[in-house]
């Protein structure tokens, strides 16, 4: 099994968002993974009434049956409407859905090769769903979010496990092993 770990490079995560064009669904799928922190299971299940024009959204996730509220960054609602108006979707549309079967979102396989390929196209392997989720924790918690309310977002345990999901243990620990002197 593959460990996934948060993007830690601001350069890394502008070059993913340039791989697939601006309009595109792939584009938004990315984007939207790393602006809200959901689980791709949350993320597919949106259609275009849920999100497009909104402000907020109420998520009820798959995982842990409870219900959020999240409120959507500015550039993200920006990207919906750009998105929304280029593939001319209706209300009930699902905003990623199938090429295969417009009335059912894409599947979770589907979202995986389309972020792994992102990945690949600028050197990040492996990357996945989680990466996304991971990089908006560690790029909250680097920007001054409390580790508190990330872990209330990410509805962990405890400060530990959250630490720990969004790489900030281990950086921390390698920063130990980095710069410990010992006079020789």
């Known amino acids: 099994m593959n460990f996934t770990y948060p993007i830690?490079?601001?350069?890394?995560i502008k070059e993913l968002m340039e791989v697939y064009p601006l309009e595109s669904?792939?584009?938004?799928?990315?984007?939207?993974?790393?602006?809200?922190?959901l689980r791709i299971s949350d993320i597919l299940n949106f259609k275009?009434?849920?999100?497009?024009?909104?402000?907020?959204?109420?998520?009820?996730?798959?995982k842990t049956k409870k219900k959020k509220?999240?409120?959507?960054?500015p550039k993200l609602r920006q990207s919906i409407?750009?998105?929304v108006k280029t593939e001319k979707l209706k209300p009930d549309d699902y905003v990623f859905y199938s090429a295969k079967n417009p009335t059912q979102p894409i599947r979770r396989m589907q979202a995986h090769?389309?972020?792994s390929h992102a990945g690949d196209m600028i050197g990040i392997v492996p990357l996945s769903a989680h990466s996304l989720r991971?990089?908006?924790?560690?790029w909250s918690y680097k920007q001054g979010v409390d580790i508190s309310l990330l872990?209330?977002?990410?509805?962990?345990?405890?400060q530990a496990v959250t630490l720990r999901y969004i790489g900030i243990t281990q950086e921390n620990i390698n920063r130990v092993y980095e710069t410990v002197d010992m006079g020789f």
């Open 8 to 12: 830690q490079n601001k350069k890394k």
């Open 69 to 73: 509220m999240i409120s959507l960054h």
């Open 134 to 138: 991971k990089t908006f924790g560690y």
């Open 151 to 158: 872990q209330t977002i990410f509805q962990h345990s405890s």
């Open 81 to 83: 409407r750009l998105y």
């Open 48 to 62: 275009v009434e849920d999100v497009h024009k909104k402000e907020s959204v109420w998520v009820q996730e798959k």
């Open 25 to 37: 669904k792939n584009r938004l799928l990315l984007e939207f993974g790393l602006r809200t922190g």
């Open 113 to 115: 090769r389309i972020i």
